[in-house]
């Protein structure tokens, strides 16, 4: 690649942020077609010395099709950006795409995807040194709680750092209580930090999605000691209606997080105990098998 192409690509590049930044998506198009094809081969392979060019160009793509709302292109370039191999990006660019992977995996509620994009989008920008690494942290935890992870991402080390950031101090407090399953100050939290939780957009819209999680899993922590408890009555631990209760129930049984049915006429949750007939001759026989297995090799020692 010669100096006047590096020229061009450079100065090109500097001219798509205005136009980025202006709206100006009509010409902005028109501009990175040309720059994206010199990063091709002729069959359309990515040229090898090119690979990092091409990232920097498809950057500025993410960044129109997330500014316009355009879903489907926007997992297509991300797709592109991701079969990219022979490429060493700035940080803050990486990190960026990374983030829009995981906003993309979060719309396909794929969320243990969307937390590694995250995990990877926070690394990058951290190493960066750039605010959005603050922003993406609150990402990463919110993926982790949806994910059901048992991992806190912020009692890493790189996280720690950032406990004091007034976004960061919230949504430390929710993941606390989420870890308790402890409804009312999970609740409390989220109705007491509009400005740092339900004052981010992109979060306000899996609030849904998370308080379902969690109560799903206040459920579980709640019915489990009990053979028989009132759906009425796990309604009011977590802090919801008898109709969704009674469909997280059904959710909980399919998905054999927890063993029972329930009755309809009656209104109770019905538990059977791990502990059955079944599992208890299960045992007596695989003991019976130990036993005879050590007579049989005492005669053949005698013998």
């Not at 205005?18 to 091709?40: D, H, K, T, V, W």
């Not at 009132?230 to 008898?242: H, K, N, P, V």
């Not at 998905?255 to 019905?270: H, M, N, P, V, Y």
């Amino acid at each position: 690649q010669t100096q006047s192409e590096r020229l061009w690509l450079r100065t090109s590049l500097r001219l798509a942020r205005i136009l980025l930044g202006q709206a100006q998506f009509g010409e902005l198009a028109q501009l990175l077609a040309p720059l994206r094809q010199s990063c091709l081969d002729e069959a359309g392979a990515v040229v090898m010395e090119r690979g990092t060019q091409l990232l920097e160009v498809y950057a500025v793509y993410l960044e129109m099709h997330e500014a316009q709302g355009n879903a489907r292109q926007l997992k297509e370039v991300f797709v592109q950006c991701d079969a990219i191999r022979s490429a060493v990006p700035h940080p803050r660019i990486m990190g960026y795409i990374r983030e829009c992977g995981g906003k993309i995996h979060m719309g396909e509620r794929s969320w243990a995807k969307a937390q590694a994009c995250f995990f990877d989008a926070f690394k990058n920008y951290d190493e960066a040194g750039v605010y959005q690494r603050v922003e993406v942290l609150k990402y990463l935890v919110l993926a982790s709680m949806l994910a059901e992870s048992e991992v806190n991402p912020l009692s890493s080390p790189e996280a720690k750092s950032f406990a004091n950031e007034p976004p960061i101090r919230a949504i430390t407090g929710l993941v606390r209580a989420y870890e308790r399953h402890d409804v009312r100050e999970f609740e409390r939290i989220l109705g007491s930090s509009e400005s740092a939780i339900l004052g981010d957009p992109f979060i306000a819209g899996y609030i849904a999605d998370l308080r379902r999680t969690f109560r799903m899993q206040a459920l579980v922590e709640v019915a489990m000691p009990y053979t028989r408890i009132r759906i009425a009555a796990l309604a009011d631990r977590i802090r919801a209606s008898l109709a969704e209760t009674e469909e997280l129930l059904v959710m909980l049984i399919l998905d054999r997080r927890l063993a029972g049915s329930i009755d309809q006429e009656s209104g109770t949750l019905i538990l059977v105990q791990e502990t059955t007939d079944r599992a208890q001759h299960a045992a007596l026989d695989k003991w019976a098998a130990a036993i005879g297995g050590l007579l049989r090799q005492s005669y053949a020692a005698a013998s």
